[in-house]
């Protein structure tokens, strides 16, 4: 089935380094833009990263900017989220995400993905603390 | 950044009842807006995308409407296994796309 199991969480002290994955199966993996999405502690949903099916194409939330990088690898169908210099506020549940409408639409060197996400992981805890 | 405001931020209803939530936004939005519904120690699942349309399997009291700067999820009837917190998210503006604060429904 239709299935993104991520993995990679843990505690981490501020400043540090942590590598989450997404491995996905039972779809077409190269022909859907995937998010990365975060939810802190008993608060709401924080969109954070996006990538496109051939990876060239990335959009990031200010708030992580220059310190997580998405990428992907289409041969192994797994996605990454590489976190650098974190902070206590990075504290949270990482979701991956695969946006319902595929390869999404090119405009002004973004990609849009206008459906929303209908596949999520279940989720890993990413503690920064020291 | 385009803001999303939820309201009201928490509900409590029957089993039966006609629930509305409302997301409203700083800026119109054409109709980008997905709803999600979101279960304690789950992720989040997709109900509603492009504003008013019903994503698969997902049940027909399920409903969504809306355009400019107010959206509405409507729960025709509501169920026992819809006690959870709905989020929208606007998709219309070039990143952030952003969630509005969520509207936790539980059992009164």
């Known amino acids: 089935q239709v299935q993104l199991v991520e993995s990679g969480g843990g505690v981490v002290q501020p400043g540090g380094s942590l590598r989450l994955s997404c491995a996905a199966s039972?779809?077409?993996?190269?022909?859907?833009?995937l998010h990365w999405v975060r939810q802190l502690p008993g608060k709401g949903l924080e969109w954070v990263t996006v990538i496109s099916p051939d990876g060239s194409v990335k959009s990031y939330a200010d708030s992580v900017k220059d310190r997580f990088t998405i990428s992907r690898d289409n041969s192994r169908d797994t996605l990454y989220l590489q976190m650098t210099t974190l902070r206590p506020e990075d504290t949270a549940v990482y979701y991956c995400?695969?946006?319902?409408?595929?390869?999404?639409?090119?405009?002004?060197?973004?990609?849009?993905?206008?459906?929303?996400?209908?596949?999520w992981g279940q989720g890993t805890m990413v503690t920064v603390s020291s | 950044d385009i803001q999303l405001t939820q309201s009201p931020s928490f509900l409590s209803a029957s089993v039966g009842d006609r629930v509305t939530i409302t997301c409203r936004a700083s800026?119109?939005?054409?109709?980008?807006l997905v709803w999600y519904q979101q279960k304690p120690g789950k992720a989040p699942t997709l109900l509603i995308f492009?504003?008013?349309n019903l994503y698969s399997g997902v049940p027909s009291r399920f409903s969504g409407s809306g355009s400019g700067t107010e959206f509405t999820l409507t729960i025709s009837s509501l169920q026992p296994e819809d006690f959870a917190t709905y989020y929208c998210?606007?998709?219309?503006?070039?990143?952030?796309?952003?969630f509005g604060q969520g509207t936790q429904v539980e059992i009164k």
């Open positions: 998210q606007q998709l219309e503006s070039s990143p952030p796309w952003t």
């Open positions: 800026q119109a939005i054409t109709n980008y």
């Open positions: 039972g779809f077409t993996f190269n022909t859907y833009g």
């Open positions: 995400a695969r946006a319902t409408s595929g390869s999404g639409w090119h405009k002004g060197g973004i990609v849009y993905y206008y459906y929303g996400m209908d596949v």
């Open positions: 492009g504003a008013s």
